[in-house]
């Protein structure tokens, strides 16, 4: 059974001290990973320095980008590092209204979401970013008389923002299993709302990537794969409910 009910003033001081840990765990992150600082920004500027043309590098426009973009890396490597423990933390929260056999995932909770972002990242850096940013910079200094001269800060505002697009959409199969096991939803809702899935696919596509086909694509398409193996991982695992209505649903699912 679920642990008895906390007032709400404990759950606020729960939160609190929840947060405080995840703050303290990115804050030494940062502080681990600002040394390396200018190392990490060389390995994540490699797929746009490599769609450069030949003389073009990456220049800065303010006398502080250099230091506040530094800044950033440091504080996005701690983030990803301290991420565990910040999802622990997350758990942690939540664990109390669980029942006492859901609470028995944290571990798998934790280990699958940290992986899930992780292949998300790797997946968007080495497979898409080549391809976005190849694209657009062939597509800037093909329109006229234009020198591609790329801000760092701006670069890496952008990567930021796509690799945690990546990172959000594969997780996508970790929040319906949950979601599956408190009964929320089962792969009957998921199948009949599938055509929706796919529209939110390319609207979220359009709203976190820059404004090409190719990057919008590239959110797109793996969030509606991510999709159909979420309908599955939810059949297989989420709350069963009565046959009989189970039945009832699965005949006009499989008319649509």
């Known amino acids: 059974m679920a642990r008895d009910e906390q007032p709400f003033t404990a759950h606020l001081e729960e939160l609190r001290k929840r947060l405080m840990i995840a703050a303290g765990a990115w804050l030494v992150g940062f502080l681990a990973c600002y040394g390396f600082a200018t190392k990490i920004y060389d390995f994540i500027a490699v797929p746009v320095k ?11 426009i303010t006398a502080t980008e250099p230091f506040f973009t530094y800044l950033k890396v440091g504080a996005m490597a701690g983030l990803l590092l301290a991420l565990p423990v910040i999802l622990w933390q997350i758990w942690g929260f939540i664990a ?10 944290a571990i798998p909770f934790v280990l699958a979401s940290f992986l899930c972002f992780l292949g998300g990242t790797y997946f968007g850096f080495f497979f898409v970013f080549p391809n976005v940013f190849t694209f657009l910079i062939k ?9 591609a001269m790329l801000s760092m800060g701006a670069y890496l505002s952008i990567s930021i923002k796509l690799l945690f697009a990546f990172g959000m959409v594969f997780e996508l199969p970790i929040i319906m299993f949950f979601f599956g096991r408190m009964g929320i939803i089962d792969h009957l809702w998921l199948k009949k709302n599938r055509k929706y899935a796919l529209l939110l696919a390319f609207v979220l596509g359009a709203m976190l990537t820059p404004p090409d086909l190719i990057s919008q694509t ?11 193996l979420s309908i599955w991982i939810v059949r297989f695992t989420g709350k069963r409910r009565p046959q009989a209505e189970e039945e009832a649903e699965e005949e006009p699912a499989a008319g649509d």
């Open 218 to 228: 590239a959110i797109a398409l793996p969030f509606a794969v991510l999709y159909e």
């Open 139 to 147: 597509f800037g200094t093909g329109t006229g008389d234009i020198d």
């Open 96 to 105: 109390p209204g669980l029942y006492a056999h859901e609470k028995r995932f």
């Open 50 to 60: 490599q769609a450069l043309p030949e003389g073009s590098s990456l220049v800065f």
